[in-house]
Every structure is written in structure tokens, then in C-alpha cells.
């Protein structure tokens, strides 16, 4: 895609993983904020002391919520979910010893910690996936109400608090939901419009061909005509005949002959790499792009793909063997490769002892990228992270780099 | 990078998104009216139960005042919107609060500092985190303190740090959901959006159509000297006649071919629908690929939109001495202003993104492509 205009998919992505982030930080202020509130109600009614454990139960879902934020990932928010239900119903039980009234008329004081875990919308990159964490919360929250009246032996009220947040939430993913469907319909598609934008360059381009063999053969023919004497020698007569063989033959206009166009605005393969990134970021591996240069490369597509899929093995091997939570790629641009690379400070191994069945390393990277003539390079050690260096050709040189690569690097 | 996530709105940086996701403002409007409604009870128990619906009005308008600002092709929303975003849905919050002095109400389940936290989230992709963060921190100081001066010497369940905390709870978490997701869509957007692509891909085309009109046209061009250029080929000999009409036959096919080289893209949607094109410098053939989609797309929406004239439609192109190219379009449309920018600004947007100093009245719009 070459204007600048966000695919769409990545777009709304980006939205509602957004969304769910303000999740975290409403909850994480709703904790926060309940903190004051317990230590003056608690210091009112002379029970301070019986402020700690309750405080100390928020900062433990705090840090909870923290935990999850720096994972995103599913093990984490479940883990938040179980650690939040203990936390929650204790906080709620501990609170109720030190101030019996508060079950009538300070719930508010009590169903902190219980709205704290329906906003936790977490890696939600779908609405429909933000409406399931959002009902799932909820219902945790519920159950450690209910816990707690029996438990307490109180009655059983969950407050509006929880209420209020779930129905806020839903609303949120809905609209979302629907804005992306209406988006769906009324936004131009600019992928087909480039197809049809290709397809008129391909019409103009036969134009243009038929134009000029009309021009070299015809025009020219007809002009010898009106210059040549009234007797064509053998020689002038043996070139009509085959400006007329090229114009019947019209060899130019072959099906079979393509068009390439090379836009140097092209941002489809930059799209596929961001694209890719942010699928790994959501789900909790933060990924640093860095590059150098200002030349534009020309790759050939079936080595752009090969380099798009082995860069999506590596980032996904650092996600799942490596214990690093940050990836750093980087991409180095010269005249005869591009070149990836992609480090992490992970718990490392030993290459030479990668078992065969390791399909990530072997078949996903360096098959994929050495059947397209590229190399692969792997430095690792136990203890010491990974760095990957995969190299592909490059077709052709748009734009030159306007220094030299060393110069900068160094 | 930090920094431009901080200063760049959401809608500034995707323009396409908020266009249909202006919606969310009348949502977030909705809401203050369904909460304000759900906590009616409470009205009556007040000395002027009448200045809760006022309150209410006033914070779901201002929600109303956001997406009425955000329509598309106004100018983005700055700090004067805001300022009145956050005015008036203060004012509804001190109204409310006037409404229930001297009434002993639940602070907790208090609609006003909720209605005022939506109106504050509903400006989130319209204004930068920075802006949001300085506009929703000095109003959420403000109209937190004025509300619990107002409300809070009727409360007895809570103490006065705790009611100052839950009358500023909604309001905290409605800047902080705000300040958030702002700066978290656009730090995430921003390098997808601003890096230049150093690697290009070609796209190979081929079109039997088009090929097959191709070879209808050369078969039309050469219909006549075709067959006759054979005879003289035939024959080795040439007559005064054929030299006459080698001549004639000459001059159509030259006059042929210098209006087939003339031809731009743009002419290629001329011929297809009634669209006028005046490029006297063939400066459509300048455009880059992004602009002739974007123009083009354009184009086709308001050739198909209902109750435009496509006689009117008329595209003129001009050199400037800078290099660059003004193009000027005009249209006559009969639609309603509303509907008319509802069906054309996603057109317009993508234009946007593409060329310079675009700008659109009811009737014309003009650009620059660099």
C-alpha cells in the first residue's frame, strides 16, 4: 500500500488493543484511589491498624495488574484473575471484621478491588475478544462477592461499581464493533483501487507499446510511399512486408507479457513487518525496530515473503524458548543484501546441540531463507541471549544509501 | 518518539478511523443520559430537583458539542473545542452539585462527576495526550474542588478525604482512560504510519482485456494501410494515386497516435463517464500511483454518488513554477450538505493523505501534488 493509509485490519487492531490498555490504567487508578479511602474510614472508626492488610492486598493487586501489563499474555491476566479473586475476597472479609457497617452503607469502600477485575480487557485485539475478557472479569468479580457473603456470612452485594464498569466496557467493544463494521463498508478499499490503478498503468502501457510499433512500422511505410521512386527495389519491398508481419504477429501485446511497476513509495512489505510486530507486542514481547539509511531496495516477492515468515519464526521463538520479554530488530540495508537481525538477552543455547525436531530454528528460518539464496546466521550461548542474522538479496538498488553504512554504524 | 506520541492526536494520525468512529462522543452521550436517568430516585430527595436534568443535559451536550465538532472536514478539534467541552460539562456538574446541596445523596453513585469523566474520554482520539492531559488535569482539579465544596458538607457516611476521592474517582479514571489510550494508539500507530519503506516490492500486471482492446485498436489504426501498404508491396510499383492516399492515410494515423500519446489516466475515466479534463501539460502523467488512487477514487465516488450532476464534474490541472501541479476540481451536487460529506469524506480523507493543501467547499476542491 502506498498511501499513507493505515490498513485497515491493522488499524482497528491497534484501536482496540488500545482500548483494553485504558482498561489497565482504570483499574490500576481505581486501586490506587481506594487506597486513601480505606485509611481515613478505617482511621474514623479507630480500626487503622486494620487498614494495613486491606492496603497491603491493593498493592498486591497493583503489582498483579503491573505483571500483566509487562506479560500480556494469557497465562498472566489468568493469574491476575486467581490472584485478584484472593486478594478481592480477603480485602473485602478483612475490611468487614474492622467495620461491620460498611455491607450497608460504604460498599463502595469494599468493591474496589472487585471493579479493579472487570476492567481487565487484556490482549484484546478483537472486540469480541474484549467483550469476553470484560464478561469474564465480571464474573470473577461476582464470584468473590459471593464468597464473601458466604464467608462473612453477610448479604450478598456486589454494588453498582462492577455493574457500572461492565456495561461501560460493553458499550466500549460494541461501538468499537460497530464503527469497524460501518468502517468495512464505507471506506474505499484502496487495495482493489491499486489492482484497478494497475490494471489502467497496464492499459496505458499496451497503449504506449502499440503507439510506437504503429509509429516505426506504418507511419514510416506510408511515408516511404509518397517519398520512393515509382519502382520499389526488392529491398524496400522486403520491409513492408515484414513491418507488416511484426503488425499482424503483435507480438508485444502478448498475454503473457507483464508489466512491472515499482513504485518507490511502496510501503506493502513495511506493512507486513509492522503487522507482524504488533501481533507479537500484544501478545507481550515488546519489539524495537531500528534501521539505518535512506536507499530504497527492490526485493523480489516470493524472498519478501520467505523474509516476512522467517522474521515471524525468530520473533516467535524469542516469545517461546528465549524468557525475554524485548526483541530488538534491526535492519541493515546494503547494495547486494538486506540483512535482519534479531537479538534478545533470553536464556541463549548451544547450536551446535539444537535438536533436530527444533522446526522453529531449522525449517521456519534457515530453510526458508536459503531457499531463496539468502544466509542465515545464529550466535548463541546459555546464559547470554540470541542474536539471529538472516541475509536476502537484494533484486535492485531504487535509491542509493547517501553514506556509507560503516560510516554510520561506527 | 515519546515525545510525538505525547503531542499528536489520534485522529490526526488516522483520520479514516475517526471518521466513522465519531459515534463514539453520541455512545458516551447516551450513557450520561441512561446513568442520570438510573439515579432519578435521588433527584427528588434534592431541595431543586429540577437543576438534575439540566445537569444532565448539559454534560450528554457536551458529549453532543464533541461530535458535532468532529464532523468531517471541519478543522481539527483544538483547544477551543475542548475548553467548551469541558466547560460546559463542568457546568453541568456544578449545576448538579447546587441541585443536591444540602441534600444527604450517595457521592458514590453521584451521575455528575461520571457524566463529566465521559464527556472528558469522549475528546480522546480528537486531542493529543499532552493537550488531554492539561485540559482534563486543570478541569478535573477544578470541578472536583467546586463540587465537593458544594456537596460536601451534607455528607455524613464519609469522611472529607475520602468524599473528595470519590467525587474525583470518576473523573480521574475517565482523564486517565483519556491520557491513555491516546498516547498508547498513537506511540503505536506512529512508526507504521511515518517510516519510509526502504524495501519495495514490484507488482507484475497483466490484463487479457486490456490486451484484447489493444488489439481491437490496432487493428481499427490499421484497418486501411494495412491492406494497402500489402499492395504495394505486391505490386513494387507506386501510382500519384497511392502516393495521395499513402498521404491521407498518414495524416489520420499521425493525428491518431498523437491523441492516443496524449491521453493520461485521468482521460481514461473522461471516456468512461462525462468527467471534463483540462491538462493542457499532460500533468496527470506527473502524479505518483498514490495520488492517482486516492484522486481517483475520489472521482468515481462523486460520479457514482446519487443527485450529482456528472456533466458538471470537471478536473483542470496547471503547472506552478515551483514544479509542482494545482489541481482544481468542481461538482455539482444536489445532495444535502450532510449526506454529501457522509459519502465523500472517506474519498477526501484519502486524499488527504496524499497530496498538499487540500482544501473543499460545497462545490470545488483543490490540491497540490508535489
Known sequence: MRVRVLPRDVASGIITGSVASLGWAIGAATLVLAIPVVLETTARAGRLPAAWLPIGLLLLMLISLGFVVWRARVWAVAAYLVVGFVASTTYELTLLVALPGAIDTQIYLLNRPAVALVLVGLAARSPVAGIGWSVLGFVVSTASTFAVSVLGQVPFRPGYGPIVVVVISLAAYLTLWGVQVVQRRRIPNIEELEAENDRLAHGEDLARRTTAAVHDTLLNDLSIVMNAPDVLDARARARLRQDLETLSGAEWLDASSQLTMVDDQDGSLRNDIMRLISGFQWRGLSVHVTGSGDGIYRLDPAIATAFVDALGAALENVLRHSGATVAEVELVYAPEAVTVMVTDEGVGFDPAKVAHDRLGLRASIEARIEAVGGTVQIWSTPGSGTSIAMSIPVRSILREHDAPHHQELG | ?370
Open chain 2, 1 to 370: 518518539m515519546a515525545r510525538a506520541s505525547a503531542t499528536v492526536s489520534a485522529q490526526q494520525l488516522d483520520p479514516l478511523s475517526w471518521f466513522t468512529g465519531r459515534v463514539v462522543p453520541l455512545v458516551f452521550a447516551g450513557l450520561v443520559v441512561l446513568y442520570g436517568a438510573f439515579r432519578i430516585p435521588t433527584w427528588l430527595t434534592s431541595p431543586l430537583p429540577w437543576l438534575q436534568p439540566v445537569g444532565v443535559v448539559l454534560c450528554a451536550g457536551a458529549c453532543v458539542l464533541v461530535y458535532l465538532l468532529t464532523r468531517p472536514l471541519r478543522p481539527q478539534l483544538g483547544w477551543g473545542g475542548g475548553i467548551a467541552t469541558v466547560l460546559i460539562a463542568g457546568a453541568g456538574v456544578v449545576v448538579s452539585s447546587i441541585g443536591y446541596s444540602g441534600a444527604d445523596i450517595s457521592i458514590e453513585l453521584w451521575w455528575a462527576p461520571f457524566g463529566f469523566a465521559l464527556a472528558l474520554a469522549s475528546l480522546a482520539p480528537y486531542l493529543s495526550a499532552r493537550r488531554m492531559l492539561e485540559l482534563g488535569g486543570t478541569s478535573a482539579v477544578v470541578v472536583t474542588v467546586v463540587a465537593f465544596w458544594l456537596v460536601e458538607p451534607d455528607i455524613t457516611v464519609w469522611g472529607p478525604l475520602s468524599s473528595m476521592v470519590i467525587i474525583a474517582a470518576p473523573i480521574v479514571c475517565g482523564l486517565v482512560a483519556a491520557v491513555t489510550f491516546s498516547y498508547v494508539l498513537v506511540s503505536r500507530m506512529t512508526p507504521i504510519i511515518e517510516q519510509r519503506s526502504q524495501m519495495v516490492l514490484p507488482r507484475e500486471t497483466t490484463d487479457a482485456e486490456a490486451e484484447q482492446v489493444e488489439r481491437l485498436r490496432l487493428a481499427r489504426l490499421s484497418a486501411r494501410a494495412v491492406p494497402f501498404l500489402a499492395g504495394i508491396a505486391e505490386a513494387g510499383r507506386i501510382t500519384p494515386a497511392d502516393r495521395a492516399l499513402a498521404g491521407q492515410l498518414a495524416r489520420r494515423l499521425r493525428d491518431d497516435l498523437v491523441t492516443q500519446s496524449n491521453l493520461t489516466w485521468l482521460d481514461s475515466i473522461a471516456k468512461d463517464s462525462r468527467l471534463v479534463v483540462i491538462d493542457h501539460e499532460h500533468r496527470a502523467a506527473r502524479m505518483r500511483p498514490a495520488q492517482r488512487v486516492a484522486l481517483r477514487s475520489l472521482l468515481r465516488a462523486v460520479l457514482d454518488t446519487p443527485g450529482a450532476d456528472s456533466t458538471s464534474l470537471l478536473i483542470e490541472l496547471r503547472g506552478r513554477p515551483d514544479g509542482a501541479t494545482a489541481v482544481a476540481v468542481s461538482m455539482d451536487i444536489e445532495l444535502p450538505e450532510g449526506r454529501r460529506i457522509m459519502h465523500l469524506a472517506p474519498y477526501y480523507l484519502t486524499l488527504r493523505t496524499a497530496v498538499d493543501d487540500l482544501t473543499w467547499d460545497a462545490t470545488s476542491l483543490s490540491f497540490t501534488s508535489p
